[in-house]
């Protein structure tokens, strides 16, 4: 693992100031942040603007998202320390490892094979005991559901009922939905699971994410 200086963490810090003055205001979320060293998940050659609140590529098609959206979707989660919290979408592996900081059991999924034979082994480097696991996010976890939370970092064209089922009564998720008219781009939801299976829905503004690969055995 890359070294982690006092300047990477100097420049945490003046990401964490960014996140604040864009309206994050989850102490345990900035603390997350300002903690998980963002520069150990990026090729090389991105260590110096990987403070930068910005997207970049990892391979696959697939980006280590923006540090405003980990900290938004991280925020709205609500996560209190000892939380189940399902991921799908490992990625690079950040968004997980915040969650982590946080407090939360995370058990993430990824659909890409190279991308998880990579993933897998970096996380193991780090003190969380992250769960990864190689599948179809849509299906989620049943053998270790019910989950508190459920988090999905990537474009879904619906909200996967199996995710639903898997979400524990009062649970929270976070999801990205497209828009009806534009699979381009989404608008960012909490939905919240009552007593009775139903959820209500909230909206936080419109969003932009790598589209989330189709359901295995779907067109």
Avoid: W
């Avoid at 060293?37 to 997207?55: C, G, M, N, T």
């Avoid at 094979?113 to 696991?133: G, V, W």
């Amino acid at each position: 693992m890359q070294e982690d200086s006092y300047r990477h963490k100097g420049l945490r810090q003046q990401l964490v100031q960014v996140l604040k003055d864009k309206g994050i205001t989850d102490e345990t979320v900035l603390n997350a942040i300002g903690a998980v060293p963002r520069h150990v998940f990026l090729d090389s050659s991105f260590v110096e603007i990987a403070y930068q609140d910005k997207a970049f590529p990892i391979g696959s098609g697939q980006t280590i998202s923006q540090p405003y959206t980990v900290a938004m979707q991280s925020q709205l989660l609500c996560v209190s320390k000892g939380m189940k919290v399902l991921e799908i979408g490992t990625g690079s592996g950040y968004q997980a490892c915040v969650l982590a900081q946080m407090g939360a059991k995370v058990f993430t999924i990824e659909r890409q094979r190279n991308l998880y034979m990579k993933t897998k082994p970096f996380l193991a480097e780090f003190p969380y005991n992250i769960k990864t696991f190689l599948g179809d996010g849509n299906k989620g976890l049943p053998t270790y559901a019910p989950f508190d939370r459920v988090i999905i970092t990537a474009g879904a064209p619906e909200v996967p009922q199996s995710l639903v089922d898997q979400l524990k009564p009062g649970g929270i998720m976070v999801i990205p939905l497209n828009h009806d008219d534009d699979a381009t781009t989404q608008r960012m939801l909490r939905l919240t699971k009552q007593p009775d299976g139903t959820l209500t829905r909230e909206e936080f503004g419109d969003c932009k994410f790598v589209p989330l690969l189709k359901a295995i055995g779907k067109d």
